[in-house]
């Protein structure tokens, strides 16, 4: 679930005027505010996008983590495989040597 921030302008007269207890340099607090307001709004766009940045490596990472693991398997199969086709032929070389060598002792 993603939760966005709305970025509200600093707004109200009278005694809901926002900042009422500070001094502003320069004197316009409405120039200050839009200022605010501006930088407010690019560090919000600069946290997306490096949220953005970081979830791509981590998407990445995982995606390599899982690459890694089914060749490691892959290969436990395989060669469980050729153990196995090895094993076969050594056993069918050998009953064709003891075969022979009884033939002969007939």
């Not at 120039?31 to 940045?53: K, N």
């Not at 056993?91 to 075969?99: A, D, F, G, K, N």
């Amino acid at each position: 679930e993603q939760m966005y921030k709305v970025i509200n302008p600093f707004s109200g007269q009278g005694e809901e005027e926002p900042l009422l207890a500070y001094e502003f340099e320069p004197d316009t607090k409405s120039e200050v505010l839009v200022d605010l307001q501006e930088y407010l709004l690019t560090s919000q766009i600069y946290h997306s996008f490096m949220d953005g940045a970081a979830s791509e490596q981590s998407a990445r990472m995982t995606a390599m983590e899982n690459a890694s693991k089914n060749a490691g398997e892959m290969i436990e199969s395989l060669t469980l495989q050729y153990n196995r086709a090895r094993q076969s032929r050594i056993t069918t070389e050998l009953i064709e040597i003891i075969s022979g060598a009884s033939a002969l002792e007939d």
